[in-house]
């Protein structure tokens, strides 16, 4: 028998999986089939967007492992951290709208979902102010939203999920609405606060640039009923920056991910 070089338990948590989505298929009640099958694992840490026509499944996808939703047939599973987790809370969720409460202050619209579960007013205070310092927001927090800007909505919509310490981070399209420089602004803090928090992130978005900008892995979907039509991991220097964004591999992996895409549109067309 040979011997192992790294301990089983050593094995098992660096292979972990966050997320695992076996045979999912979705139909919807009105007979529309979105998704599937479609297989996707997604390792503890990992950072993977999803990118595909519109009305492939992404957000269908998200809302499976967010269990909003339920397959018509085959497995999703999400791991859960063993520490302090708040019930349901494992997941955080943020979406292309920030909708937050136009009647309360900022710090009142983070400390929402630690209110729902029941965590005490000046614990839920101090921990959304402490999510508010960590998407740069700790001077808003007595502000409304409407004095705030499209960006910073965003921010306190990010810092809103990030409250409960979710160990999943589930993101729908949420830079879409936005400015390109707000954009590549946030997209560069949300790399840093990947970097810092470690979570587990699928981001789903239709911007080539942006997929490839942010992730380790990009997965390509096919038109509907989504399904993998690539799988590219983005190799790269960390940090990114923008010497990544104006770099040679960086336009590589874009032309890479586009020719990836390009037959998911025309099957698109077809349909
Ligand atoms: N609750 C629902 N009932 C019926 N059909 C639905 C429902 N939700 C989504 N669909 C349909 O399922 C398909 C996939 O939708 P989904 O929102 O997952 O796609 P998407 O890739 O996220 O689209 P987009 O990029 O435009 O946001 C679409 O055809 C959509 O119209």
């Known amino acids: 028998m ?146 705030l800007s499209g960006g910073m909505k965003m921010r306190v919509s990010l810092a809103r999920a990030l409250v409960t310490d979710p160990d999943i981070l589930l993101m729908d399209e949420p830079f879409a609405a936005l400015d390109e420089i707000t954009r590549f602004r946030l997209n560069n803090d949300l790399l840093a606060l990947w970097r810092s928090l470690r979570k587990t992130v699928i981001f789903v978005t239709h911007s080539v640039f942006e997929s490839v900008y942010l992730s380790q892995r990009v997965v390509v979907m096919t038109a509907r009923p989504g399904r993998i039509q690539a799988d590219i991991r983005i190799e790269t220097v960390e940090p990114r920056g923008e010497e990544f964004r104006t770099s040679a591999a960086y336009s590589d992996y874009c032309r890479r991910v586009s020719a990836a895409l390009a037959p998911s549109y025309s099957e698109q067309s077809t349909l």
């Open 2 to 147: 040979t011997e192992s070089k790294t301990s089983p338990a050593v094995e098992s948590s660096l292979t972990a999986l966050a997320v695992s989505l076996r045979g999912v298929t979705k139909t919807y009640d009105n007979g529309v089939m979105a998704l599937g099958p479609f297989d996707l694992a997604v390792r503890n840490g990992e950072f993977v967007s999803l990118l595909g026509p519109s009305g492939c499944g992404k957000s269908t996808v998200l809302r499976l492992i967010a269990e909003l939703s339920a397959p018509s047939s085959g497995t999703v599973r999400v791991a859960r951290h063993e520490g302090e987790v708040l019930p349901g809370h494992g997941i955080g969720f943020v979406f292309q709208e920030p909708t937050l409460m136009p009647w309360t202050n900022v710090r009142e619209n983070v400390r929402l979902p630690l209110k729902l579960a029941g965590v005490p007013k000046a614990e839920g205070r101090a921990r959304a102010d402490a999510a508010l310092a960590s998407v740069g927001l700790a001077d808003f927090a007595d502000s409304f939203p409407r004095e």
